[in-house]
């Protein structure tokens, strides 16, 4: 009987593309499901050339594979995954490989590593960025786990991962949760360019009046330059869209404005907290999606908390000029938050993380791959202990240039009334950054004041606690 090299449990279309994939590349695949009809669809779907077996019996899956096995999980974070990894268990064997290619929840993969690891079972968590097309086609992904066991799992991702100048887009991140967590703050940062992207839109649109067509001409200019990224293009394409319903204009016009959340951003946010690292911009969109809940709420405000925008005669050129930039300089703060918090956590978590290799996964393949990543990968390259981009000179050189745009394009959202936390949040995180003297001074002495914490002095050693009111 043939011995496959790889199974992937889940036959959903994630599993089921990422399968196709690795046969396309000539690896020989099986797949588990549940499902009979999953199971069987996977073959049908196989070409000639294609090596690939569907089951619905997890012994029959794991006596498929070649020794050490190689099984990925493409199930539903949480108990899902324990449920598929207990299942499977009672015919794994010393020196087999788990991965679980979910967006699982990053402690959930530490408690995961260790209960295989008495197994002698290595078990990985891996991010997989890119859709379905990516799975089908090439994602980027983000493997954490055991360092030697992924020499096995290298080839097969190495071929099916999204290329970049002929690198592709997936490389061993570090041990434990390294993998999870990297994809993790990669969401982080999907959503805070997703609210950028929007919050440009709105100010284009309802602040200045802006055709969906016109906005839509930018949005693809834009990503014809140093902004190109997926993000924007998508957007640019969404702006074509004519609805079929209706036959009437815009399908967009059409979607409601209540955003949805599967929760990886918010996990972002909770855990930068934990470790002290600051991302507001990653924390403000994910507000704007809860914002965005409370519909109702929004309608009646909208009545009585009324504002009237000054009116002003605006060249739209200039204004997406200004836009442009503000756009850039918020991008990087962003990417510079994120990445800032993932070396944050290398160290608190001994992740191991190299700056410079996520930069370079993430060129290609997944969500948040824009052309800005290569200057990153650069700035990594120049100094792998760079604690935040806004600290390369060159980097910083570029947003010292845009900042002028970024600040007006604030004080036209706070004239306009249109709401743009993101943006914001970029110039007040730049100007916290670059700010060498903090008013934090009154905060400690506040608290010394009512609580007795007591402060540290600049111009002496020591701890000290004043009677404020004597
Ligand atoms: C990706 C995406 C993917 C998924 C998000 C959606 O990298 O391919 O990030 O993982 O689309 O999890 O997240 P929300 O539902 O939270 O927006």
Redesign the pocket.
């Known amino acids: 009987m043939k011995e496959f090299d790889f199974g992937m449990v889940g036959l959903g279309v994630m599993g089921r593309n990422l399968l196709l994939n690795m046969a396309d590349h000539g690896f020989s695949v099986a797949g588990l499901d549940l499902d009979p009809e999953k199971a069987a669809s996977l073959e049908k779907e196989a070409s000639e050339e294609h090596t690939i077996k569907g089951t619905t019996s997890a012994q029959e899956f794991v006596s498929l594979l070649q020794k050490p096995r190689a099984i990925m999980l493409l199930v539903p974070a949480g108990k899902p995954v324990d449920a598929v990894i207990n299942s499977l268990l009672p015919y794994l064997e010393e020196g087999d490989i788990v991965v679980d290619g979910g967006?699982s929840y990053f402690p959930d993969t530490n408690r995961r590593v260790e209960e295989l690891d008495a197994k002698g079972i290595h078990f990985f968590g891996m991010?997989?960025?890119?859709?379905e097309k990516?799975a089908r086609f090439g994602?980027s992904m983000m493997p954490g786990g055991n360092e030697s066991a992924y020499e096995r799992l290298r080839p097969i991702f190495e071929a099916i991962a999204a290329k970049v100048n002929g690198e592709p887009c997936v490389t061993y991140l570090g041990s434990g949760s390294a993998g999870n967590y990297v994809?993790m703050v990669?969401?982080g940062i999907?959503?805070a360019i997703m609210e950028l992207i929007a919050e440009m839109y709105d100010l284009l649109k309802r602040g200045y009046g802006v055709s969906d067509a016109k906005i839509q001409q930018l949005f693809e200019d834009w990503n014809n330059s140093e902004l190109a990224s997926f993000l924007l293009e998508i957007t640019a394409d969404i702006l074509k869209k004519e609805d079929e319903v209706t036959g009437k204009g815009l399908l967009l016009n059409y979607i409601s404005d209540t955003a949805?959340?599967?929760?990886?951003?918010k996990w972002t946010s909770q855990n930068a907290m934990d470790i002290q690292a600051p991302v507001p911009a990653i924390d403000a969109a994910v507000q704007m999606r809860d914002i965005s809940k409370y519909k109702e709420e929004r309608v009646k405000a909208a009545k009585s908390l009324t504002w009237e925008a000054p009116a002003e005669d605006t060249d739209v050129d200039t204004l997406a000029a200004t836009l442009k930039d503000a756009f850039y300089f918020s991008m990087i703060n962003i990417y510079a938050q994120g990445m800032a918090q993932l070396t944050i956590a290398s160290k608190e978590y001994n992740y191991g993380l190299n700056l410079e290799e996520v930069a370079k996964i993430w060129r290609g393949g997944?969500?948040?791959r824009a052309a800005c990543l290569e200057d990153f990968r650069k700035a990594y390259q120049k100094d792998q202990h760079l604690p935040n981009l806004l600290l390369d000179e060159t980097l910083g050189a570029s947003l010292v240039a845009t900042q002028t745009a970024a600040r007006n394009a604030v004080k036209m959202t706070v004239d306009k009334g249109i709401p743009a936390s993101v943006l914001m949040s970029a110039v007040a995180y730049f100007d916290s950054y670059r700010s060498e003297i903090l008013p934090t001074n009154l905060i400690q002495a506040q608290r010394d004041f009512f609580g007795a914490h007591k402060y540290e002095r600049t111009d002496k050693e020591g701890i000290f606690h004043t009677e404020w009111n004597s």
């Open positions: 967006n991010g997989i960025s890119g859709g990516g994602p994809k990669h969401n999907e959503y949805k959340a599967k929760g990886t951003g997944c969500i948040i």
